[in-house]
T-cell receptor, first 116, second 112 residues
Framework: ETGVTQTPRHLVMGMTNKKSLKCEQH?????MYWYKQSAKKPLELMFV???????ENNSVPSRFSPECPNSSHLFLHLHTLQPEDSALYLCASSQDPAGLMNTEAFFGQGTRLTVV | DAKTTQPPSMDCAEGRAANLPCNHSTISGNEYVYWYRQIHSQGPQYIIH???NNETNEMASLIITEDRKSSTLILPHATLRDTAVYYCIVRGFIQGAQKLVFGQGTRLTINP
């Protein structure tokens, strides 16, 4: 248990569906992240939020839409996905490193997404 | 973002020390080196980090060369549960938030 909770753990969706992935942390962290991990590939950073503001969008297609209503919650809204979007989606959180020595990131267990 | 280079795979016998190398020749003076590992289909787990000095915690030791262009993660007494993909990362920043860019990592297999 890392303190970062992702739901659902598994999701199967059709290409015309709309679904959302949820991430929640109660560690007091201000930064939250979405990563994508396709089969046999390294983690790809998708989005970074710091104090609820998006600071990084790593050229992610618009069919992925993040939302960060507060520092504890992060969503990834999905619509009209493609089969190649099937992957493990990981959420992480970390503390603002300014003035701190250790700012390890804590990862959730991920949502295994299958697009059919 | 500074790039890291790691061997794609390594094997180690159970009970022996596992030494995982990492090259980060473009690291700048204030950038930390972080190590994470990912056990199959789980989220990555933090192991250790360092800037200049060698570091040790309950999981591992980190040896950083004097020129900071490479480092070695040492698992002193590897167990079967240490089988995982190990990532060496040079931590960057993006508007106040740390930015962790993962490479291919080293797939470490601990053999009985």
């Amino acid at each position: 248990e890392t303190g970062v909770t992702q739901t659902p753990r598994h999701l199967v969706m059709g290409m015309t569906n709309k679904k959302s992935l949820k991430c929640e942390q109660h560690l007091g962290h201000n930064a939250m992240y979405w990563y994508k991990q396709s089969a046999k590939k390294p983690l790809e950073l998708m989005f970074v939020y710091n104090f609820k503001e998006q600071t990084e969008n790593n050229s992610v297609p618009s069919r992925f839409s993040p939302e960060c209503p507060n520092s504890s919650h992060l969503f990834l809204h999905l619509h009209t996905l493609q089969p190649e979007d099937s992957a493990l989606y990981l959420c992480a959180s970390s503390q603002d490193p300014a003035g701190l020595m250790n700012t390890e990131a804590f990862f959730g267990q991920g949502t295994r997404l299958t697009v059919v | 973002d500074a790039k890291t280079t790691q061997p794609p795979s390594m094997d180690c016998a159970e009970g022996r020390a596992a030494n995982l190398p990492c090259n980060h020749s473009t690291i700048s003076g204030n950038e930390y080196v972080y190590w994470y590992r990912q056990i199959h289909s789980q989220g990555p787990q933090y192991i250790i980090h360092g800037l200049k000095n060698n570091e040790t915690n309950e999981m591992a030791s980190l040896i950083i060369t004097e020129d900071r262009k490479s480092s070695t993660l040492i698992l002193p007494h590897a167990t079967l549960r240490d089988t995982a993909v190990y990532y060496c990362i040079v931590r960057g920043f993006i508007q106040g938030a740390q930015k962790l860019v993962f490479g291919q990592g080293t797939r470490l297999t601990i053999n009985p």
